[in-house]
């Protein structure tokens, strides 16, 4: 992989960019005083809730809260994740991305224009296959076989399915008139060549399935045989633009349909996820021919929190399943689940939901899934027989290297207390976790923004929210600094200090850039709120210092009342005595 975006550069291409220009073209806006407004994109509705501030580059919704700066808007709205939305700012300004050190070596010009070749190339053939689906003398038997399948034509629009002519050369004489053309195909894999150097189509008569990426773009294809003889399945081998460890069949579909997946389900093959598809359960996706890795893992976590495994119920079907596990574990983090579904013999997803329908496979689904925990402990303990010293001592041995690389706390700690069950020694895991969790810090109380004061803000969220507006204060208001006030026990200061300490070093960076700045911290939706509190903006540098002056007075009457306290209960030390003596003196 390449090394990391710089954060200079991700400023620099916010600074570039207008939010208005980047929405306005997805969404058509309507000016709406000093602000942009619309229907909101990522949830129905029938009057314009969705507000784009120019000044601000900030995008919020009022009716589903969905809010953020252009980037966010483009992980939202085009369904990317982040690198691949500041890709296509810098596409949009015809601008180079630049990487740290590190990482593998950067595309050159040259490269990055053979990629988009390819995509355009690949895009074309899609189309090809599609349009020869119902022009090719051969059609009709493509047709019935779709047709006998239960596919609707409906369903193979909906997934671009097309066939591939049993010419040998339909593909190299429609699209490699060139001998440059012709490498290309050969590269793709859209073609083949023997060992006389003979080129012929690599897919012949077969129905074809266009593989997308996450942005879309068609990258490879499986193709399915009409009838007996040769491979059933023939998938695209890898390529410079395809590589299948790394792609799921249909998740590009299954992100366009929900924007927010809330389950997602792996199975075996292209023509499980189509026939599900048709059916209304849209959120299949399936590895092309090679077992669930590490990296499909990541991708799914990132896109759903339910990810459901169906298999066959045979033994390769359980060792399909394992091996997902196994790849899973680092990747399992609190609030994912993983869970596993093993179908009746003979059956595979395509079979069961034409047999018993949408509602009993979802019903099956959400009832006989096996979670990741049992089928964790179920498989050790069909190898590993705990009734002796040396069966324990084996399931110990394979099981805790395996808890060790899950990143969950809470999943880690249940599924080590399970194994201290099988293990018979759970009095003393117990009272290991107690210990440990004895001599661990208290965790400072977290910042609540949900209840603020209904006719006030408080002096905090007042100096925060003006940062956000303007960090430029931070160096104007010098002596508004709340630095000192580190150790005081009121709610919100460190992140203001944050904040502030961020604008000293960032004065000239706009709302935009301040909240990318903090968009994985764990306060982000706290600002995001504060930013659709609106105030009038007059006199931005009056209201800082006068906001931080009822901040130090707040601080001044509570180390008071602290003082009076402690004299009722004990005696104060002469410093003390010396402390609330300046504190009444201050307040006179």
Same mark, same amino acid.
């Given at each position: ?23 306005? =073209? ?12 619309? @229907? ?6 029938? #009057? ?11 995008? &919020? ?12 808007? /483009?992980?939202?709205?085009?369904? /990317? ?8 700012? $810098? ?7 630049? *990487?740290?050190?590190?990482? $593998?070596?950067? %595309? ?33 038997? $493509? ?21 591939? %002519? ?69 998938? #695209? ?5 395809? &590589? ?14 929900? !924007?927010?997946?809330? *389950? ?22 399936? =590895? ?80 006989? #899934? ?12 069909? *190898? ?14 394979? $099981? ?11 999943? !880690?700690?249940?599924?080590? #207390? ?76 460190? /992140? ?6 961020? @604008? ?16 994985? &911290? ?36 509570? *180390? ?29």
């Amino acid at each position: 992989m390449s090394g990391r975006i710089p954060r200079e550069f991700i400023d620099d291409i916010i600074a570039r960019t207008d939010i208005i220009e980047i929405v306005d =073209s997805r969404v058509r806006l309507k000016k709406a005083g000093r602000n942009h407004q619309a @229907c909101c994109p990522f949830h129905d509705e029938k #009057s314009p809730s969705f507000t784009v501030s120019q000044d601000k580059q900030f995008y &919020h919704c009022f009716g589903c809260g969905a809010h953020g700066n252009v980037i966010s808007f /483009l992980m939202e709205f085009d369904r /990317l994740e982040f690198p691949e939305a500041v890709e296509e700012l $810098a596409q949009f300004h015809s601008i180079e991305v630049p *990487r740290e050190k590190g990482g $593998a070596p950067l %595309p050159s010009a040259e490269q990055k224009q053979q990629k988009e070749n390819d995509y355009e190339l690949m895009e074309k053939v899609t189309k090809y296959f599609a349009q020869q689906l119902k022009v090719h003398p051969d059609k009709d038997k $493509a047709i019935n076989y779709l047709k006998n399948r239960g596919l609707s034509g409906e369903i193979v629009k909906a997934f671009d399915m097309g066939y591939a %002519p049993p010419e040998w050369d339909s593909i190299l004489k429609t699209f490699g008139k060139t001998p440059v053309y012709q490498e290309q195909l050969l590269e793709l894999k859209l073609i083949t060549e023997n060992d006389n150097r003979r080129r012929f189509d690599f897919f012949r008569d077969r129905i074809m399935f266009p593989i997308r990426d996450k942005r879309g773009r068609v990258i490879g294809f499986g193709g399915r045989v009409l009838e007996d003889g040769g491979p059933k399945y023939l998938n #695209s081998p890898e390529t410079r633009i395809f &590589h299948k460890g790394h792609e799921l069949y249909g998740f590009y579909q299954a992100k366009q349909a929900h !924007r927010n997946l809330a *389950r997602v389900m792996i199975v075996e093959g292209y023509m499980d996820v189509v026939a599900l598809g048709q059916f209304g359960i849209d959120y299949a996706v399936a =590895s092309l021919g090679t077992a669930t890795t590490p990296e499909h893992i990541q991708m799914l976590f990132r896109a759903t929190s339910d990810v459901v495994c169906c298999y066959d119920g045979d033994r390769a079907g359980r060792e399909a399943a394992w091996r997902a596990l196994e790849n899973a574990l680092p990747y399992l983090k609190d609030g994912v689940e993983m869970k596993f579904l093993f179908l009746p013999d003979g059956e595979d997803p395509d079979t069961l939901v034409r047999k018993i329908g949408k509602d009993a496979f979802e019903k099956k689904l959400s009832n006989d #899934s096996v979670p990741l925990s049992k089928f964790f402990f179920d498989n050790l303990l069909q *190898r590993h027989h705990v009734g002796s010293i040396e069966g324990k001592a084996a399931l110990k041995a394979e $099981a805790m290297p395996l808890i060790g690389q899950i990143v969950g706390d809470n999943i !880690r700690e249940i599924l080590l #207390s399970n194994l201290s069950n099988y293990m018979g020694d759970q009095n003393k895991h117990k009272y290991d976790r107690d210990v440990a969790q004895a001599n661990l810090r208290k965790t400072p109380k977290k910042l609540d923004f949900n209840t603020p004061n209904k006719s006030t803000i408080s002096p905090v969220r007042m100096m925060i929210r003006l940062l956000l507006d303007d960090p430029s204060l931070a160096i104007r208001c010098e002596a508004a600094d709340p630095t000192p006030l580190g150790s005081v026990n009121i709610p919100g200061i460190p /992140l203001l200090i944050e904040l502030y300490q961020f @604008c000293l070093t960032k004065p000239a960076a706009n709302t935009a850039q301040v909240l990318e700045y903090f968009r994985d &911290h764990q306060q982000s939706a706290q600002l995001a709120k504060l930013m659709v509190w609106e105030y009038a903006e007059q006199n931005q540098a009056a209201v800082f210092e006068d906001s931080f002056a009822k901040l130090l007075d707040w601080h001044l009457q509570s *180390r008071m009342d602290e003082l009076f306290s402690k004299s009722r209960v004990s005696k104060l030390t002469d410093e003390e005595k010396q402390e609330l003596n300046i504190l009444i003196k201050e307040q006179r």
